[in-house]
Every structure is written in C-alpha cells, then in structure tokens.
C-alpha cells in the first residue's frame, strides 16, 4: 500500500506504456461490440405531433346553466390550463383507448398481460409542454414508422373528440331549450292577465290613471267649492234684496218687476187715466143713455178688469222680482249636487282603482320577473345552441398545428452515443486491465520471491542439520 501511494505519473504511465497491447485488445472488443449492437439492436421510430392551445370559448365561457351574473370569477392561469390539457392526455380511459385502436390484438390479451402491455405502451409515449409555451408536444415510439404514426394519430383524435366533449356540459341544450319554453309560456299568460286586469279598470297606466282621477277630483272640488261661494253669495242677495223689498212702497213695488219698473202696467194705468177723463167728458155732454157713454163705459170697465188681473199681491210681485235670483240659486244647487254625486263616482272610481292596482302590479311584478327569467334562460339556450354547434362542426380551442408525423429514420439505437459509450467502455476496461495485469504481475513476482526465500531457508537448514548429526556420530565412535 505504500508503494502504491508513493507512484508517481510517469509510474502509472509507464504501467499503461507496458501493457498496451492487452489496453488496444480490449478497446478494439468494446469497440466491436458497439457495432455488434448497433448491428442487431432492435430499431425504434419515433412520431411526434403538436397542439396549438389558444383562447376559445371553452376557457372563455362557462357552463350555460350557470347564472353569470352570481358567478364567482376564479383566476385560472394559461399554465393551469395547459397543465390541465396535460392531466387529460395522460389519463388512463384515453390511453386505454389508443392502445386499443393502435394495437386490436391487445384487445385480446388476459389481463396482467394486457397490463403489462399497457405499461409497455405508456413508457413509450412522451407527452410534454415547453415551459411558458401554448404548445403540446405528443411523440410516440414504435417499432415501426407506421405503428409510431398510428399511435400519435390515435391518441391526438382521441383527445381532440374527448376535449369537445368534457368542455360542454351533456343535456344542457335541451334542458334549456325546455325551461325557455315553460318560461315563455308562462311569461305569455302572465302578459295576458296584465292585459285583462288593466281592461277591467279601463287603464292604460296605473299612474297615468291615478293622475287623471286626481286631477278630475280636484277640478271637481274646486267647482263645488265655487258653487258653493255664488251659492252663499246668492242667499246673501236674496235676504238683502228682501229686506229692501219689505221697505218699498207698494205702488213702486207694483212698478218693479224682475227688478225693473213695469212700463206695460204703467201704460195701461195712464190708458185707464184717459179712458176715465174721456167718460167724465161725454158724461158731462150727453146723457146716460147715449152711445159714446156707453161705450166709453165699457171700455173703462174692460180696462179696469185687465188692469186689476195685472195687479198681483204684494207676497206675488216679492216673488216675481225675486224670481231670477231664485232660478239662479236653484241653478247652482242643482250644479252643486250634480258636482257632489260626480265628486262621489269619482271617489268611488279612485277606490276601484286601488283595489285594481294591488292585481295589476301583482301581475306586472309577475309579468318583470317572467320576462327577467325568460330573457336570462334565453340567452343561455343561446350559449348552449352555439355549444352544440361548436360540438357539431368540432371547432375547439386546441388546434394541430403538426399532424403525426412518419419518420422513416430510427431514433434508437443512436450509433454516436452507442460507439462513444463503448468507446469510453473499452478505454477504462483498458486502464483498468493494465493496473490489473501490473497488480498481478507485482504480486506474482512477490510470490516467486517469497518462495525463494523461503527455499533458500530451508536449505541452510537442512545443512545445519546435517552437519549436527555428523558431529554427534562422531563423538559416538570416540566414545566407543
């Protein structure tokens, strides 16, 4: 152990030097080995294909029975998602299912050998993502060109159906479509009872009715209230104009009629005058017999007659100078009463329209949430119709920007790493033969010394021994 650590470099070279021979010998077999393998190495093809992850209504969107407007917004990064792509490709059901497509007779086999297989089949694949990249990498290894190319196309059809399908809720289309039928009928019907309610009460608006009957009731309080007032004005004339009628004399009472004096009264009074002074007149100058008195008679009489039919009673000319105030007091009360039971229908009317309104706005609130429901399941059925057509003409977010590709050039056995590795194989198994053999080579040349030494030994020995005997011999014979 000494000696070896006390070697130098020129020791160990001189050591390699001394046995270079055997150092070539065993490059040239590791050497040779690696063409053998290279040689009869089972060959592998390798097929890659590529995805293109972007943006689309997949990620953009969500489930269209979700109601939007209450969803949580979840920040989901581009690297979960392709992260998530990943998961998915490497999922056993889609693998499962390339292997089969790929291979029909794995189909065939017992179950650990199926397992086994499949395990052979998943080493096989590589499918990976560059880092901060939107891309998919699927490769495969076959040991053909073909079942290579057959297995990336396989597995990216697979994939590609599979992520059409997961990112569309199964049923929601028609489950929409349904509620936004029940809603709209619905939505109908409610419309309807609106309309009947509103013509039941005659109303366009609620407001705009209400405000009509305000208006008509405060136009009609504001009359009644000026009725009222030419009322009281009215009474307040008639007792004035009676207590200055209670002072009059009579004959100018019988002069005023309707407030004025009565000239046709006063006409006949002053033909009765003349008629009078004509009888005095012929009665001075005939007698009482004659013709002319007789008639001037007559007509006096008549007159007299007409004059005291038109000579009413005092209570009577009161009455018949008062009788315009009258009718005009009566005029007003009729207005007022009319004004009173218009004021009551109207009333009556507001109350009708109060009752009306709590069913006209039941049926509003009604008709506003059916219509807020209708419209929101409307435009989900619409997010779930642009799904299945989506689904329909398999337009997704992932597109292959590289089909599978058919490589005829095998990527395994790769002849420079091979021959390099057996190269530096061969150069240590070199190195280390030549410190063997100098190990060997020490330790035979130790031994061999060792036992000559050992020989050289015994041979003085066995002198020494003999010469011993001789001496005792001797001394025997001189004794004798």
Request: net charge positive.
């Amino acid at each position: 152990m000494s000696d070896a650590r006390s070697m130098t470099l020129w020791d160990y070279y001189h050591i390699l030097f001394r046995y270079k021979f055997r150092m070539v010998a065993i490059m040239a077999v590791a050497i040779g080995l690696g063409f053998t393998w290279i040689a009869y190495a089972p060959r592998e093809y390798e097929s890659e294909a590529k995805l293109f992850i972007r943006v689309g209504w997949e990620n953009a969107g969500l489930d269209p029975t979700i109601n939007k407007a209450d969803a949580v917004a979840i920040n989901i990064s581009r690297e979960s998602e392709i992260t998530t792509m990943l998961e998915h490709l490497r999922c056993r059901p889609i693998l499962e299912k390339a292997m089969d497509l790929a291979f029909p007779s794995t189909l065939e086999l017992p179950p650990l050998a199926r397992e086994r297989a499949f395990a052979i089949f998943k080493s096989r694949l590589s499918i990976t993502s560059p880092k901060s990249s939107m891309v998919i990498r699927i490769a495969a290894k076959g040991d053909t060109p073909e079942q290579a190319h057959q297995t990336v196309s396989v597995l990216t059809k697979l994939f590609m159906d599979d992520h059409l399908q997961l990112s569309r809720p199964a049923g929601s289309y028609e489950f929409l479509t349904e509620q936004s039928n029940r809603l709209r009928d619905e939505f109908e019907t409610a419309q309807a009872k609106l309309r009947d309610a509103k013509n039941r009460g005659d109303l366009a608006s609620i407001q705009g009715r209400r405000s009509a009957l305000e208006s008509q009731i405060n136009a009609v309080q504001t009359r009644i209230n000026d009725v009222t007032a030419s009322l009281s004005a009215a009474d307040a004339k008639m007792r004035t104009l009676k207590a200055s009628i209670d002072n009059l004399p009579e004959p100018l009472l019988k002069q005023m009629m309707a407030g004025a004096p009565n000239d046709g009264i006063a006409t006949m009074r002053d033909k009765l005058f003349q008629l009078q002074a004509q009888l005095e007149e012929a009665r001075s100058k005939f007698k009482a017999a004659h013709p002319r008195v007789l008639a001037l008679k007559t007509q006096v009489e008549e007159m007299a007659a007409l004059l005291k039919e038109e000579n009413p009673e005092r209570d009577e000319i009161v009455q018949a100078i008062c009788a315009n105030d009258n009718s005009s007091r009566a005029a007003l009360v009729a207005q007022k009463q009319s004004l009173q039971s218009q004021l009551v229908d109207l009333r009556k009317e507001l109350v009708d329209l109060n009752e009306n309104e709590i069913l006209v706005t039941q049926c509003e609130v009604n008709v506003r949430h059916l219509e807020s429901k209708y419209l929101s399941y409307a435009t989900k059925t619409e997010d779930a119709r642009i799904d299945n057509a989506l689904l329909k003409d398999k337009i997704s977010n992932v597109q292959v920007i590289q089909p599978a590709s058919l490589s005829v050039l095998p990527v395994s056995p790769q002849k420079s790493n091979i021959l390099l590795f057996f190269m530096v194989l061969g150069l240590v198994g070199g190195i280390g033969i030549a410190l063997l053999s100098d190990q060997w080579d020490t330790w035979r040349e130790s031994t061999r010394k060792h036992q000559l030494k050992n020989r050289s030994r015994g041979f003085k020995f066995t002198r020494v021994a003999r010469h011993g005997r001789s001496n005792k011999i001797a001394a025997r014979g001189v004794q004798v």
